[in-house]
């Protein structure tokens, strides 16, 4: 396969082509129905906690599956998305010839990897939707396989284990935790990413961030997407749906002995309307600055790229979080690109959305938007360091305990940030354990 025939798949290294249009155009070209499927997938919070950053992360976890990719051999058809690697093959073929368990673990990113067999219905379009529902399956099998690495690498036989080994709760978040990108919805324009029409590609930041001769940097993020957010107060209301949350109800059936012939179809369905509502969340963030800046597709469910000024950003996160109300809503962090550049502003920047992260729910910062180097309100502060509080209580195992470490590395900026009467209980609350 060339890769130079494909859309590239954005934020990947040169040559590593988009999964969706790689497999579109071999269902569309008369292939053998018959094939063999492999999906490699990686721990990219681990290894974004790891690297302290989520580009360089993100950076990390792509450049092990181009070299995973690049090993396999021009038999198999790799294609990247996300944070996996798929890898195609017509016809029966055995995938310990791919040796993955040694070539997984370069770049030192931990991986897991799963494979099955498929029978594709004719036509085009209807094997083309079967080939990414089998992806479906087998890439919740890679996600088994990468935390348990003892399970058979067989999806059928690995995802037969859910039942004896998940909780109804790990089932869902089994369901909810792979990307299911809606394809075929409506073609990306020139630039855009090309599994989310009406957002600009990944590809094009690297250009942005070193034409970057002032403004503000911005990191955007959808605030609990898995499992929603819950109001921190004593109503205890839901403020967002989450994708998880969400398939709770079949992850019961699962787990009550249902087949995954009757649970996957219709978690698929959902959540390729999850996808499709982030799509659209996501293109409205990025349309809402249009004219004053570009926000890129670089993070999966967030945004990065540069604003002329903060209005800017507060009314295009205004707009998009009121169109997708009690589903999906976004935090912002911004930073003034100054004398040190881009390399100086990331870090403000990512730590002003990490601050928005620990008032989900709350109300705070009003507009959603934290900007690096605006002191937080009491009433922001101290809720904020009631989030902190809680992630301490619930000790380092927890959901969620990423985010007193990251509060912990950036201790200094948070003293800067809060207010005097706060900064004697946070200095306590986040010295190192």
């Known amino acids: 396969m060339d890769a130079r025939t494909h859309a590239h798949a954005p934020g990947f290294p040169p040559g590593c082509p988009d999964s969706g249009d790689v497999l579109r155009a071999l269902t569309a070209s008369g292939t053998p129905h018959e094939l063999t499927l492999v999906v490699v997938t990686s721990a990219l919070r681990a290894g974004v906690e790891e690297a302290g950053d989520h580009e360089r992360g993100l950076d990390r976890v792509r450049a092990s599956l181009a070299r995973i990719g690049a090993l396999c051999g021009p038999a198999w058809s790799p294609s990247y998305y996300g944070k996996d690697l798929v890898l195609v093959r017509p016809g029966r073929h055995d995938p310990a010839a791919l040796r993955l368990p040694l070539a997984v673990a370069a770049g030192g990113v931990r ?26 399956a087998v890439s919740m099998a890679a996600r088994l396989c990468r935390d348990e690495p003892l399970l058979p690498a067989l999806a059928p036989a690995a995802l037969a284990t859910v039942p004896g080994r998940l909780t109804v709760r790990g089932t869902a978040s089994l369901l909810a935790g792979v990307l299911v990108r809606p394809d075929g919805e409506r073609a990306a324009g020139a630039g855009e990413d090309p599994r989310m029409p009406g957002v600009p590609s990944a590809d094009g930041w690297p250009g942005s961030a070193r034409a970057a ?57 959902i959540r390729q309307r999850r996808e499709r509502e982030l799509v659209d969340h996501l293109a409205a963030l990025a349309y809402g600055v249009h004219g004053f800046g570009t ?21 295009a996160l205004a707009r998009a979080n009121r169109a997708s109300a009690g589903r999906l809503a976004s935090g912002a962090g911004a930073a003034p690109v100054g004398a040190g550049g881009i390399g100086a502003a990331r870090p403000r920047a990512a730590f002003a959305l990490h601050v928005t992260k620990t008032l989900k729910g709350t109300g705070q910062p009003p507009d959603g938007v934290q900007l690096f180097g605006d002191q937080l309100s009491r009433t922001a502060a101290e809720a904020a360091l009631r989030f902190l509080d809680r992630m301490r209580e619930a000790g380092p195992s927890a959901p969620g305990a990423h985010h007193l470490d990251h509060a912990r590395r950036h201790r200094e900026h948070w003293l800067r940030h809060l207010p005097e009467c706060c900064r004697s209980r946070a200095t306590g609350l986040l010295a190192p354990p």
């Open 213 to 269: 001769a002032g403004g503000w940097l911005v990191m955007t993020d959808v605030h609990d997407i898995e499992w929603g957010t819950v109001a921190p107060d004593p109503t205890g209301s839901r403020v967002t749906a989450g994708n998880a949350q969400e398939l709770l109800d079949l992850a019961a059936v699962w787990q009550a002995g249902g087949s995954p012939a009757e649970v996957f179809p219709a978690a698929y369905r």
């Open 111 to 136: 991986h897991g990897w799963a494979w099955d067999r498929l029978v594709l219905p004719s036509g085009a379009e209807p094997g083309f939707a079967a080939l990414l529902r089998a992806c479906y």
């Open 295 to 315: 926000l890129h597709g670089t993070f999966g469910d967030g945004l990065c790229g540069l604003v002329t000024g903060p209005s800017v950003l507060r009314r």
